[in-house]
C-alpha cells in the first residue's frame, strides 16, 4: 500500500524559508510524476510544483513564492523548499503523486492517485 509521510511544517516568519519533505513508501519517488499542492480553509485546493520522472519541473504562476522542487531518490523522498515566505504561502501542504508514467505537465488534481494528509505551514508577521 502507497503511504507518504510529509514533514517540515510549522510556524515561519514572513520573508523565511521551509523546506517541506515527503516520504514514500511502497512507491519510488524518482519514478514517477509527483507534485505539491496546498489548501487553506474555505478555498480550493490548488497546484503548487509538480516535477516528472524525468526531471521536468512546472510550478503554477499564482503561487508567489520561490520554489525548489526536488528528490533524495536514496531516502526516496520528494522535497518542497519554499523560500521568502508570504502570509499567502500559509496553507496545508499536500504531497502527491501519479499511477502512471506521464510527463505531461499538469498541476490538475485529477491525474494525481495517491495523496498524502498535510503538513501545516504558518506564517507570522
Known amino acids: 500500500q502507497v503511504q507518504w509521510v510529509e514533514s517540515g511544517g510549522g510556524s515561519v516568519q514572513a520573508g523565511g524559508s521551509v523546506r517541506l519533505s515527503c516520504a514514500a513508501s511502497q512507491y519510488t519517488v524518482s519514478g514517477n510524476t509527483m507534485a505539491w499542492f496546498r489548501q487553506t480553509a474555505g478555498k480550493e485546493r490548488e497546484g503548487v510544483e509538480m516535477i516528472t520522472f524525468s526531471g521536468l519541473t512546472h510550478y503554477s504562476d499564482s503561487v508567489k513564492v520561490r520554489l525548489t522542487i526536488a528528490e533524495e531518490k536514496a531516502q526516496n523522498v520528494l522535497f518542497l523548499q519554499m523560500d521568502d515566505l508570504k502570509s499567502e504561502a500559509a496553507a496545508v501542504y499536500y504531497c502527491?503523486?501519479?499511477?502512471?508514467?506521464?510527463?505531461?505537465?499538469?498541476?490538475?488534481?485529477?491525474?494525481?492517485?495517491?495523496w498524502g494528509q498535510g503538513t501545516q505551514v504558518t506564517v507570522s508577521p
Open positions: 502527491a503523486g501519479r499511477s502512471v508514467r506521464f510527463s505531461e505537465l499538469t498541476l490538475s488534481q485529477s491525474v494525481y492517485t495517491y
